[in-house]
């Protein structure tokens, strides 16, 4: 359960960052009501951060018809977190998809969660190629 807050609030914070706002851990962590892993949050702020710009790449060939420009924030941010996951640790598959898909159901619009499932899935059919550019956390 920890893990999961955990995620709520590095989702948030990435959403924060598409909008210029630096993380702030410490205060993030303390205005969260739940408890969190502090270090499993920075593992995936970070790694979001790090890597966007290739993050994005993968994110735009698996989009189809959708530049990451276009997308609506809620599923850029579940989309980079989701992606950060499939490529950049080694959290189990179907857990970082069912984790973003919940995500979508809970904050994004009415087709959200497919779209974010579809393409979660296409990138985790291709994690073999496109890993390996990526430092595992």
Do not use: C
Not at 71 to 83: N, Q, S
Request: charged letters at 25%; proline letters at 4%; glycine letters at 8%.
């Amino acid at each position: 359960m920890a893990r999961t807050a955990t995620r709520l609030l590095a989702f948030y914070m990435i959403f924060q960052a598409d909008f210029g706002q630096d993380p702030d851990y410490s205060q993030a962590m303390q205005e969260f009501a739940r408890p969190v892993n502090e270090d499993f949050l920075r593992q995936l702020v970070d790694g979001v951060h790090s890597h966007g710009r290739y993050l994005d790449e993968v994110i735009s060939l698996y989009a189809r018809g959708w530049s990451v420009d276009r997308l609506p924030r809620v599923d850029r941010a579940i989309l980079r977190l989701g992606a950060w996951e499939l490529l950049g640790t080694d959290i189990p598959p179907a857990v970082a998809i069912n984790e973003a898909v919940k995500l979508a159901k809970d904050y994004g619009g009415a087709e959200s969660s497919a779209f974010i499932n579809g393409v979660l899935d296409s990138i985790k059919e291709q994690r073999a190629e496109l890993a390996p550019g990526l430092e595992k956390t």
